[in-house]
């Protein structure tokens, strides 16, 4: 097991200015994309697996401060090895969970719109998740992801962002024609309850970038700290209106009964809908390869010094895949997965190492606003991590995989706007679940 990081040579942190690069022309020589691409890149990444924040800015400080121009090697030169270690099986595990929710999802997501073809029988099992999830990594994700160069996939990326706004586009119009027919749980308008700190675990996987943001740093052309400044903002004023509308137009619909998964939420003769769940499931497989490019290169760093020849990065990537696609044909719901990749990964990679990165790299004085900031997210990290998991463990969130929600049923359009109690509810879908099957 070894470890190659190159050493750059760094201005002092009172020189840092735009003339500043963290990738040698070595390195990013032929590599450069535009800025668009950057953004488009992350905001692919965010969208899809995350929201870029404060600590993402502080990734590419330390790694100016520390002369380092990935992740891991930020981690090395600042904790030693054991703390380059605990990095790396983060980062591999981050975007590998990662890859299996991406699976889930397409497999849930794609077979619903198959089944909404005239002519098909919904039993046959060629449109069935599991077939679905194999066809669409052999045909779309394994040689997307084959890739050795992630400006490449900028176009890609654009083309995820595109449909990600059409998505958007139909879950606002869903509010206003299928919210009202919908009844609100009880106490749907409390704005946090006890279990809140699960919601947050599910957010930090949501708004996760950082362990391919110096992928996308060295894509682009003459890479600088101010210019990576501009994209972060770009990238996270798109990110999070975008967040915003899902999550509150998604809620307003479905109140207490929304899924980690949105779309399962929505009935399946819903055409609409049906557009969505494609353009939505396509979305998900242009996210995968990016999450694959990182558990590639973790592999790399530690076992192979950085470097994979062309043979090893075929077998490797196929073995990522391949692994990632037998977990996910077993395991059928997203909201475990989310919770415990978002609490166990997500936060110490977003709150937790960066922080302490820059705490410990910086001379700034203790009053300076970036170790104010550091100070506050650390702790908030740590408390994230150990009491997410605990409630994620002992009150995991439901799963309604492949059924149908009670409102789906023309009898129960009479309880439009009726409050009625959670107990009549969950014995309502019980039933009603139940009888899907019979």
Not at 14 to 38: I, P, Y
Not at 69 to 86: C, E, H, I, R
Request: charged share 10%; glycine share 6%.
């Amino acid at each position: 097991m070894g470890y190659q990081g190159q050493r750059l040579a760094i201005m002092p942190q009172s020189d840092l200015d735009d003339r500043e690069t963290l990738v040698s022309e070595h390195n990013h020589k032929g590599k450069a994309c535009r800025q668009s691409a950057a953004v488009f890149n992350v905001v692919n990444s965010i969208i899809g697996s995350g929201i870029i924040d404060f600590s993402l800015v502080l990734l590419i400080k330390g790694g100016a401060l520390s002369g380092t121009d990935t992740y891991q090697s930020l981690v090395n030169k600042t904790f030693g090895f054991p703390g380059y270690l605990l990095l790396s099986v983060l980062q591999f595990l981050y975007p590998f969970i990662a890859m299996i929710s991406y699976n889930i999802i397409t497999g849930d997501t794609l077979s619903k719109v198959f089944q909404r073809i005239p002519g098909v029988d919904p039993e046959n099992l060629l449109i069935g998740r599991h077939f679905i999830i194999v066809l669409s990594t052999i045909a779309f994700t394994l040689p997307l992801s084959l890739y050795r160069d992630i400006a490449k996939l900028g176009k890609i990326s654009l083309i995820s962002t595109v449909l990600t706004t059409l998505i958007l586009g139909i879950v606002m119009t869903k509010v206003v024609s299928l919210g009202p027919h919908i009844p609100k749980t009880e106490d749907a308008w409390i704005f946090a309850k006890p279990n809140a700190i699960q919601a947050v675990g599910v957010m930090s996987f949501a708004f996760i970038c950082h362990h391919n943001c110096f992928l996308v740093y060295g894509s682009l052309e003459e890479p600088t700290v101010t210019k990576w400044s501009h994209i972060i903002h770009v990238s996270t004023l798109i990110s999070v209106f975008i967040s915003i509308l899902f999550a509150t137009c998604g809620y307003l619909t479905f109140t207490g009964f929304t899924q980690g998964d949105l779309f399962e939420n929505y009935c399946r003769n819903d055409d609409l809908v049906t557009f969505g769940r494609f353009c939505y499931g396509i979305t998900v497989i242009l996210t995968y390869p990016i999450e694959c490019f990182v558990t590639r290169e973790v592999i790399a760093n530690v076992f192979f010094g950085g470097n994979l020849s062309s043979v090893l990065h075929v077998i490797i990537t196929t073995v990522i895949i391949i692994v990632a696609t037998l977990v996910s044909l077993l395991v059928d719901c997203l909201g475990i997965v989310l919770e415990l990749n978002g609490v166990l990964c997500a936060a110490p990679l977003i709150f937790i190492i960066p922080s302490a990165c820059y705490l410990k790299l910086s001379d700034e004085p203790r009053t300076h606003s970036d170790k104010i900031m550091s100070c506050v997210m650390l702790p908030i990290g740590a408390v994230v991590m150990v009491v997410g998991f605990v409630m994620a463990i002992t009150n995991p969130q439901d799963c309604t995989h492949g059924q149908e929600m009670f409102y789906c049923f023309s009898d129960n359009f009479s309880l439009t706007n009726i409050s009625i109690s959670q107990f009549q509810l969950t014995t309502q879908v019980s039933i009603l679940n139940i009888s899907i099957f019979q």
